[in-house]
């Protein structure tokens, strides 16, 4: 995505470097799965998306690191991100979502996605892809993102599945 057209779209947002945030939160041992948009296009799917999504795990340790990669990240909520909001480890533990913006973009980090469905039950989905040396990452399978997005049933949701039905069709042949 080119910087004149994110400077159109959100004037003030820095411009996204997806593999930025996403080096940041390996170098600090988090343990979490991509999903959302990038998820769908790193599984070959070709849409246009404009954050990061991540599913992180809950437990103690791993809610540690992700302050830290957070705090890394100069990570504070959209919603008001002149007053510098920062999530702290409580708003982690939830199973909520926090939409963040971060030095190199937005990130929503969730506690669960569709239904309730938790890191521990998305691991079982989830591939993993090297993105680079020491730079593993987990993505949530196309299977899986299909079954979410039919269980959610959102217009934004709808939209997107006949793409992902399709990526699924063109990868099984």
Same mark, same amino acid.
């Given at each position: 995505?080119?910087?004149?057209?994110?400077?159109?779209?959100?004037?003030?947002?820095? @411009?996204?470097?997806? +593999?930025? &945030? +996403?080096?940041?939160?390996?170098?600090?041992? =988090?343990?979490? @799965?991509?999903?959302?948009? &990038?998820?769908?296009? +790193?599984?070959?799917?070709?849409?246009?998306?404009?954050?990061?999504?991540? =599913?992180?795990?809950?437990?103690?340790?791993?809610?540690?690191?992700?302050?830290?990669?957070?705090?890394?990240?100069?990570? =504070?909520?959209?919603?008001?991100?002149?007053?510098?909001? /920062?999530?702290?480890?409580?708003?982690?533990?939830?199973?909520?979502?926090?939409?963040?913006?971060?030095? /190199?973009?937005?990130?929503?980090?969730?506690?669960? &996605?569709?239904?309730?469905?938790?890191?521990?039950?998305?691991?079982?989905?989830?591939?993993?892809?090297?993105?680079?040396?020491?730079?593993?990452?987990?993505?949530?399978?196309?299977?899986?993102? @299909?079954? &979410?997005?039919?269980?959610?049933?959102?217009?934004?949701? +709808?939209?997107?599945?006949? @793409?992902?039905?399709?990526?699924?069709r063109e990868r099984d042949r």
């Amino acid at each position: 995505m080119s910087g004149l057209f994110w400077s159109c779209v959100r004037p003030s947002a820095p @411009i996204p470097d997806f +593999l930025e &945030i +996403l080096k940041c939160l390996c170098r600090h041992g =988090v343990d979490f @799965i991509v999903v959302g948009g &990038i998820s769908a296009v +790193l599984c070959g799917a070709n849409i246009n998306t404009f954050d990061l999504d991540v =599913v992180h795990g809950q437990a103690d340790d791993n809610l540690e690191r992700l302050t830290a990669a957070l705090q890394e990240l100069e990570a =504070v909520y959209r919603f008001q991100p002149e007053r510098r909001l /920062f999530p702290t480890r409580s708003h982690l533990a939830s199973k909520g979502h926090q939409l963040l913006m971060t030095k /190199f973009g937005p990130l929503d980090v969730l506690g669960a &996605i569709g239904r309730g469905h938790s890191f521990d039950e998305l691991s079982e989905s989830s591939p993993t892809l090297e993105l680079g040396p020491g730079m593993t990452i987990r993505v949530l399978g196309l299977e899986t993102q @299909i079954r &979410i997005k039919e269980e959610v049933g959102s217009p934004k949701d +709808l939209a997107v599945l006949p @793409i992902l039905r399709e990526t699924l069709r063109e990868r099984d042949r």
